[in-house]
């Protein structure tokens, strides 16, 4: 691992043990240890650092039961952050097997129940549906502590109304699969009973900083520091991969800035932290960060996948050079989603990772609750968000390895002096998913106009490649010009490309299709001529369509600017 020097497992190691004796929930006493820890030891290694304070809406859930009624047995299981505090909630059990749709269930009054994790976009449907209560049956040996909100960060008055209005538990083992048999032979009443606590809280917020030597643009690298129980994989790996990565840039030389960000209120407030961070430095943000690399549950014993991270079609090169530079696997990336503190995507910053290791699924260690269709992976291992993640799931080569590879990503954002960001491939992908709701849509919806217009921002991006090529060493003037003009393309492709909320707000934590602004197509092409969904369809298509061409032709136009 030549390109991360002195790179330590065993100080990561080390840094994962300390912020592990700490369980650090969100706003306590303990989670402010761990925080001052590393402050500490990032002030160690002459980083100047910067300790924040904010107030979030944290969710603490504190105990559950369920009971089945009449036989009086208990069911032991934990309730979730924003589910509604309940007592004695009692009414018949409904099992809403794999795939079927809450909508077409006769839930009201009744308590849910549905296998795999208390995912928020689930317990939204059985909300909608008008369930009662919901329980979800684990399917990994030991229970998975969940956030079942929906709203991102902190909510806004308006959002304060889309919180969950249902008690929500989760049970797994033996629990879960009696609470099965009994419902296959059907007429059951379950009892719930729930605790948690929902306050404002005052949060703390770390930023650490290593200032560029000729551009005041940074690379974001960020994470989170609040945990479930003692949280060694998640996330106290990410923490001290963070660490490792500032003492190593520190003596490095760079182009432009790096700084780290360590949220609280990941696992307890929705991603309060990041989202806070974006709206009272959205300013700073919008023109300075270069591009964001979140880090997330790395480092795990046996997480031998890496081809499946969060990447955009610009990013994707950085990540693929690091991981076939450092592992010598194949990157394949994922799309960036709605999870893991991508808080930044409406400023429209470019995104990298989020997690990056993962289990194969027929590994020794796999998630049988993550495992998805379709895929090879196993996810981030049975021992997420329950009491078993201690340090012992970490393998310290595995983590030097993770760690190597955002190091090495982070060194070509921070030292190479045009941005290497690949707005050929976005415009590449965008013509495909262009041509693809075309064809289903038929003569139903006319995309020409969107078509034309990311034809030409493709020629105008292929332009500014070629000049990029050709700057030769010493001329500051063009390399400044160009990454004005690729920071400015990101923050017009990104938030029309990635969000239906756009610059200044967030949308909700479930996905967000391909091309949010023509979402509707697919009800579109799905409803009967001259229907009513069809024609509404129709204008939600039409504005959606104004606003793509709109961003594309402005866009095409900062790209043939750059590039004269």
Known sequence: MASSGTLSGERLMRDVRMIAQWERLSGSPEERQAFAYIERELRAAKVRTRMLEHPALISLPRRASFRLVPSGEDLPCITHSFAVAARDLEAPLVYVRDGADPAKIDLAGRIAVTDGLAMPGRVAQLQHAHAAGAVFLNRDPLVHEMIVSTVWGSPTPDRTAQLPTIPVVSMAGPP?????????????????????????????LLVADLPGEREDTYVLLAGHVDSWYVGAMDNGGANAAMMEIARLLVRSKRYRGLRLAFWSGHSHGRYAGSTWYADTHWDDLDRYCAAHLYIDSIGGRGATLLTSGYCMPETKAVGEAAIKRIAGQKYEGTRVGRSGDQSFLGIGIPSLFMTLSEHPKDGPDASRDFAITGTDTGGL????????????????????????????????????????????????????????????????????????????????????????????????????????????????????????????????????????????????????????????????????????????????????????
């Open 176 to 204: 879960a699969r009696r609470l099965r048999e009994v419902l296959d032979h059907g007429g059951s009443v379950g009892r719930i009973s729930t605790e948690v606590e929902t306050s404002w809280r005052t949060l703390p």
């Open 381 to 564: 291992g049975w021992w997420w968000h329950t009491p078993e993640d201690t340090p012992d799931k970490l393998d310290p080569v595995i983590l030097s390895r993770d760690t190597g590879i955002y190091f090495e990503a982070i060194r070509t954002l921070c030292t190479e002096p045009v941005l290497p960001l690949d707005y050929t491939a976005t415009t590449a992908a965008l013509i495909v998913q262009l041509r693809d709701l075309e064809t289903r849509l038929g003569d139903r919806f006319d995309l020409s106009s969107c078509l034309e217009e990311a034809r030409g921002l493709e020629r105008a991006t292929k332009a500014i490649r070629a000049k990029v090529r050709k700057i030769g060493v010493g001329r500051w003037r063009h390399v400044e010009q160009v990454n004005t003009a690729l920071m400015r393309l990101s923050r017009t492709l990104i938030p029309v490309l990635y969000t239906r909320a756009g610059r200044f707000d967030q949308d909700p934590a479930t996905s967000i299709p391909l091309l949010p602004p023509l979402a509707e197509a697919e009800r579109l092409a799905g409803a009967a001529a001259g229907a009513s969904e069809a024609h509404s369809a129709t204008v939600a298509l039409t504005r959606g369509r104004n606003r793509l061409v709109q961003a594309l032709r402005k866009a095409r136009e900062i790209a043939e600017e750059a590039a004269e």
